[in-house]
């Protein structure tokens, strides 16, 4: 059954199209801003002011989210509940739909990042190749712009941040009553 609510939860976010592609390049932006600050705090010049920015960003954008995704399916979540879905089916959906979002945006920084990187080799190989720039600048210059650690605990931010947002909403999942699928809306 789980899976057939993971299914049903990336059906839903691909149905709202715009809502899905706004909030993914929002969350691409995010991730790769929150990965360069995690990069310097590890790496370089630590800035944790920025650091604490880009998390209370990306708290307050899923707590959004969140609300929105929730605001916007109330008629199916209710009609979810009369045909005998139950409040952790339904939380199981939200959070699927909430997790492929950040799974897509994830996917698209990481693509981002794998071309300019490779842009950037092979740029500095022709160089190298022609002469015009040493071996040594040829190194320098071809390090992959981000280290996976921080990519990969931005990632781990993100869904836990979702996670978080799902919850923090929960409580209006748990309120929402079946009878509002009933009514009509003018």
Not at 117 to 133: E, P, R, W
Not at 151 to 180: D, E, H, N
Request: aromatic share 12%; glycine share 4%.
């Amino acid at each position: 059954m789980g899976l057939r609510l993971w299914n049903k939860s990336i059906k839903l976010a691909m149905r709202s199209r715009r809502r899905f592609i706004a909030f993914t390049l929002m969350y691409t932006v995010l991730m790769g801003w929150m990965t360069w600050n995690f990069q310097d705090f590890l790496y370089g010049e630590p800035d944790v002011l920025l650091l604490v920015v880009s998390i209370v960003s990306t708290l307050i954008l899923s707590i959004l989210y969140a609300w929105i995704v929730i605001n916007y399916r109330k008629n199916e979540i209710a009609t979810l509940k009369c045909i005998g879905y139950k409040n952790s089916n339904i939380r199981t959906i939200i959070i699927g739909e909430l997790t492929w979002v950040t799974f897509i945006a994830f996917m698209i920084m990481a693509e981002t990042l794998i071309h300019l990187t490779a842009g950037a080799t092979y740029f500095y190989q022709q160089q190298s190749l022609a002469g015009k720039i040493s071996a040594a600048t040829y190194l320098e210059k071809t390090t992959p712009i981000l280290n996976i650690w921080p990519v990969l605990a931005t990632l781990a931010m993100f869904l836990t941040s979702q996670i978080l947002g799902i919850l923090v909403m929960y409580s209006k999942i748990l309120k929402l009553r079946p009878i509002v699928a009933l009514r009509v809306l003018k």
